[in-house]
């Protein structure tokens, strides 16, 4: 169900337009709001809803969200997705170097003495109980069922 | 039980911070205890230096609005056992926490550790406030810069003014040679207007930057000039064998010091 989310628009639209909300209703995202701005230290977001940045998230920001977390830029601040506990929530960022990632009741932190620089988006979420880390993919599995 | 020591200047960018790592991480090095509690709220810095900011979860205001219990919030250090950070909240202002609750967590770390070193803000208001509130012993850091030094002058009054009397003086960033040449305020002239104990004196050295950048403490590195005044501070904090007004030793130290440059 996790991939439903990344078509989050697509799907809400359809299933509203069609009256049949109930029909798809894991299918139907929360409220997802657009901050367009960079995060800096001491700056922080709690919304209960997807939050969508355009712009980076500096160290010492902190967003927290009980949806999805998508950061249109370099995530360097601490982010927590799916923080009422939902497991499926999912971080994604073009540039993924967080200091500390949070999912549901999950906390991770990169290895000490490693600087990572990823060059392409990126996408966290829990597999198998763990926080993994994966290249950000379009198309394929994340398209979802058709509508 | 732990002594209670706060680290303020009232200027910024004294050195009250890296002070404040040094100090801790040398008496963890020796086996003490040591909890170090960041209370500059907003402008956390001490997790950076230390290397700990991405260990963080709670922080001194969730300890004292009840979010969370004190060990929660405490991190431990990567390499000294002993070593342990209360980290500042970040998102937040001075105004979430009072004096009161800097008291009662004061009292709360003073069972558990030998030492409880307090990183103050810059700054006499709110923050400063609650830095000092719990604390039994104060250390006032200082440049050789008369800005600097009016600033610790007014920040003793107000130590005074709380009965915390005696604080003791840290002179950082001296450089021996600006000094020879008159161009720097010497030691004693800080110690002519200031009239408190000296500490220790740590000469600028751009191991302190190159340590801190690193997430690391200059106390550690055996090699370096400053590395050897903050163990020197260290141990007369302890109260070992180096006196803790021995103005001789200090001369003494910057006589080899001037040997070292005059090498160069």
Same mark, same amino acid.
């Not at chain 1, 997802?32 to 209960?48: A, D, E």
């Not at chain 1, 971080?91 to 949070?102: G, K, V």
């Not at chain 2, 960033?173 to 008159?182: D, E, L, T, W, Y």
């Not at chain 2, 260290?234 to 180096?242: A, F, K, N, Y």
């Given at each position: 169900?996790?991939?439903?989310?990344?078509?989050?628009?697509?799907?809400?639209?359809?299933?509203?337009?069609?009256?049949?909300?109930?029909?798809?209703?894991?299918?139907?995202?929360?409220?997802?709001?657009?901050?367009?701005?960079?995060?800096?230290?001491?700056?922080?977001?709690?919304?209960?809803?997807?939050?969508?940045?355009?712009?980076?998230?500096?160290?010492?920001?902190?967003?927290?969200?009980?949806?999805?977390?998508?950061?249109?830029?370099?995530?360097?601040?601490?982010?927590?997705?799916?923080?009422?506990?939902?497991?499926?929530?999912?971080?994604?960022?073009?540039?993924?170097?967080?200091?500390?990632?949070?999912?549901?009741?999950?906390?991770?932190?990169?290895?000490?003495?490693?600087?990572?620089?990823?060059?392409?988006?990126?996408?966290?979420?829990?597999?198998?109980?763990?926080?993994?880390?994966?290249?950000?993919?379009?198309?394929?599995?994340?398209?979802?069922?058709?509508? | 039980?732990?002594?209670?020591?706060?680290?303020?200047?009232?200027?910024?960018?004294?050195?009250?911070?890296?002070?404040?790592?040094?100090?801790?991480?040398?008496?963890?090095?020796?086996?003490?205890?040591?909890?170090?509690?960041?209370?500059?709220?907003?402008?956390?810095?001490?997790?950076?230096?230390?290397?700990?900011?991405? !260990? $963080?979860?709670?922080? %001194?205001?969730? #300890?004292?609005?009840?979010?969370?219990? &004190?060990?929660?919030?405490? *991190? /431990?250090? +990567?390499?000294?056992?002993?070593?342990?950070?209360?980290?500042?909240?970040?998102?937040?202002?001075?105004?979430?926490?009072?004096?009161?609750?800097?008291?009662?967590?004061?009292?709360?770390?003073?069972?558990?550790?030998?030492?409880?070193?307090?990183?103050?803000?810059?700054?006499?208001?709110?923050?400063?406030?609650?830095?000092?509130?719990?604390?039994?012993?104060?250390?006032?850091?200082?440049?050789?810069?008369?800005?600097?030094?009016?600033?610790?002058? !007014? $920040?003793?009054?107000? %130590?005074?003014? #709380?009965?915390?009397?005696?604080?003791? &003086?840290?002179?950082?960033? *001296? /450089?021996? +040679?600006?000094?020879?040449?008159?161009?720097?305020?010497?030691?004693?002239?800080?110690?002519?207007?200031?009239?408190?104990?000296?500490?220790?004196?740590?000469?600028?050295?751009?191991?302190?930057?190159?340590?801190?950048?690193?997430?690391?403490?200059?106390?550690?590195?055996?090699?370096?000039?400053?590395?050897?005044?903050?163990?020197?501070?260290?141990?007369?904090?302890?109260?070992?064998?180096?006196?803790?007004?021995?103005?001789?030793?200090?001369?003494?130290?910057?006589?080899?010091?001037?040997?070292?440059?005059?090498?160069?």
């Amino acid at each position: 169900m996790a991939y439903l989310k990344g078509g989050i628009h697509q799907n809400t639209l359809s299933g509203s337009g069609q009256g049949t909300l109930s029909d798809y209703e894991d299918m139907v995202d929360e409220n997802t709001i657009l901050v367009q701005r960079t995060l800096r230290s001491g700056q922080s977001i709690r919304y209960g809803g997807n939050v969508v940045i355009l712009g980076d998230v500096n160290p010492g920001a902190e967003v927290t969200a009980t949806g999805n977390i998508i950061v249109m830029g370099a995530l360097r601040g601490v982010v927590h997705a799916g923080a009422n506990g939902d497991e499926k929530a999912v971080i994604m960022a073009f540039r993924l170097q967080p200091t500390q990632l949070r999912i549901a009741n999950h906390i991770t932190r990169p290895p000490d003495n490693e600087k990572v620089d990823p060059e392409l988006p990126e996408l966290a979420r829990i597999r198998d109980g763990v926080v993994t880390i994966e290249a950000f993919q379009t198309g394929g599995e994340r398209q979802g069922k058709p509508v | 039980m732990g002594e209670i020591i706060v680290i303020t200047s009232g200027k910024g960018g004294v050195g009250k911070t890296t002070t404040t790592a040094n100090i801790g991480t040398g008496l963890a090095a020796m086996g003490h205890k040591v909890a170090l509690v960041d209370t500059d709220i907003g402008l956390r810095n001490l997790d950076v230096v230390l290397g700990l900011e991405n !260990r $963080i979860v709670y922080d %001194l205001v969730d #300890v004292t609005s009840g979010n969370c219990r &004190l060990r929660q919030a405490l *991190i /431990r250090d +990567k390499k000294l056992e002993g070593l342990h950070l209360l980290p500042a909240a970040q998102t937040k202002d001075k105004t979430a926490i009072n004096p009161e609750q800097m008291r009662q967590l004061c009292s709360d770390l003073k069972k558990e550790f030998d030492y409880i070193i307090i990183d103050c803000p810059a700054g006499i208001e709110q923050g400063f406030r609650n830095a000092i509130a719990g604390a039994e012993k104060a250390i006032v850091v200082t440049t050789p810069e008369v800005s600097a030094v009016r600033d610790a002058d !007014r $920040i003793i009054g107000l %130590l005074e003014a #709380v009965e915390l009397r005696e604080p003791k &003086l840290i002179i950082n960033r *001296i /450089r021996p +040679k600006m000094v020879r040449q008159g161009d720097m305020m010497s030691i004693e002239d800080i110690i002519d207007i200031l009239a408190v104990d000296l500490l220790g004196v740590i000469p600028e050295d751009e191991m302190i930057v190159i340590t801190t950048n690193r997430g690391e403490s200059v106390v550690l590195d055996q090699n370096s000039r400053s590395g050897q005044a903050y163990r020197n501070i260290v141990r007369r904090l302890t109260g070992e064998e180096v006196p803790v007004l021995n103005f001789d030793e200090n001369e003494g130290f910057f006589k080899k010091l001037k040997k070292m440059i005059g090498i160069k």
